[in-house]
Nanobody, 122 residues
């Protein structure tokens, strides 16, 4: 499985961005797609995940109510809609995938995209 993240950029506080993660290489049914983010010098933190077949979602408390994870089953593409962005949301965002389970820890994910930078100015 290959994952390609895109959609990062510079936005003012209070603004919105939508990240995309295109999956290729095999059918994505049965996978879980997650989003993580990392600030230089810090750990890579869980943001949200979605189960591909039933679209069950789960969010970190820090983004609950502001971010929405979704997926287009036919396009094998996942999305992270980020609203009401704050400067502390500034990070490199990574999409990742698990086969056959769900998780919130970096070590649980089998596949990773290359990351896309989100910068939120105050």
């Amino acid at each position: 499985v290959q994952l390609q993240a895109s959609g990062g950029g510079l936005v003012q506080a209070g603004g919105s961005l939508r990240l995309s993660c295109a999956a290729s290489g095999r059918t994505f049914s049965g996978y879980v797609m997650g989003w993580f983010r990392q600030v230089p010098g810090k750990e890579r933190d869980f943001v949200a995940y979605i189960t591909w077949s039933r679209a069950i979602t789960y969010y970190a408390d820090s983004v609950k109510g502001r971010f929405t994870i979704s997926r287009d089953y036919a396009k094998n593409t996942g999305y992270l809609q980020m609203n009401s962005l704050k400067p502390e949301d500034t990070a490199v965002y990574y999409c990742a995938a698990i086969v056959g389970g769900v998780g919130t820890r970096r070590s649980e994910y089998n596949y990773w995209g290359q990351g896309t930078l989100v910068t939120v100015s105050s």
